[in-house]
T-cell receptor, first 115, second 117 residues
Framework: NAGVMQNPRHLVRRRGQEARLRCSPMKGHSHVYWYRQLPEEGLKFMVYLQKENIIDESGMPKERFSAEFPKEGPSILRIQQVVRGDSAAYFCASSPQRTGTYEQYFGPGTRLTVT | AQTVTQSQPEMSVQEAETVTLSCTYD???????LFWYKQPPSRQMILVIRQEAYKQQNATENRFSVNFQKAAKSFSLKISDSQLGDTAMYFCASAPPWYFGNEKLTFGTGTRLTIIP
């Protein structure tokens, strides 16, 4: 059973471009969480999605950021018109369901660098 | 809202010794979950240990154990017989009760642990 996949692992964008980060959850997992880790900081929650639904986006900046988890395919975190402050590592974690077991499996992360 | 505080930015210890990492948290809920995650240089987040707040017994996983003091809202991690592979950033985290319908994690700022050969 493959783990959580994220791609690309490294992404370089110039200011003003768009960044698309992909997360393929583990097989059978229907819940995805996105977290951002700024340099030398802990991870901060951004958004929680289930298939075709955004459950909690309280950690997502109001502008330029969006996320989706379609019925088929990976979850996508999209950042429009990137700025230098968006440079960070973005992690996704998947879990099978809301069982109360709190099993979140993390992907390896995507390191976004904005030049 | 939950908050997690780690007051030790860096620690180092000789190989084979025991080290304790501190963590305090704040929550208004009576039931919640606490975690320690390890992030080695590869940056992969690895779950080390998990504690359910309603359980009195401290969780243990091989060389890793916690000291959970609910009244003091303290959740420290003890690593016994430390090994070079334990060198990593360690993050304390909390999650709300399951009936919130959301298991999002709140992380502390981390402790960078270095095991010295």
């Amino acid at each position: 059973n493959a783990g959580v996949m994220q791609n690309p692992r490294h992404l370089v964008r110039r200011r003003g471009q768009e960044a698309r980060l992909r997360c393929s959850p583990m097989k059978g997992h229907s819940h995805v969480y996105w977290y951002r880790q700024l340099p030398e900081e802990g991870l901060k929650f951004m958004v929680y999605l289930q298939k075709e639904n955004i459950i909690d986006e309280s950690g997502m900046p109001k502008e330029r950021f969006s996320a989706e988890f379609p019925k088929e395919g990976p979850s996508i975190l999209r950042i429009q018109q990137v700025v230098r402050g968006d440079s960070a590592a973005y992690f996704c974690a998947s879990s099978p369901q809301r069982t109360g077991t709190y099993e979140q499996y993390f992907g390896p992360g995507t390191r976004l660098t904005v030049t | 809202a939950q908050t997690v505080t780690q007051s030790q930015p860096e620690m180092s210890v000789q190989e084979a010794e025991t080290v304790t990492l501190s963590c305090t948290y704040d929550t208004s809920e009576s039931n919640y979950y606490l975690f320690w995650y390890k992030q080695p240089p590869s940056r992969q987040m690895i779950l080390v240990i998990r504690q359910e707040a309603y359980k009195q017994q401290n969780a243990t996983e091989n060389r890793f154990s916690v000291n959970f003091q609910k009244a003091a809202k303290s959740f420290s991690l003890k690593i016994s017989d430390s090994q070079l592979g334990d060198t990593a950033m360690y993050f304390c985290a909390s999650a709300p009760p399951w009936y919130f319908g959301n298991e999002k994690l709140t992380f502390g700022t981390g402790t960078r642990l270095t095991i010295i050969p």
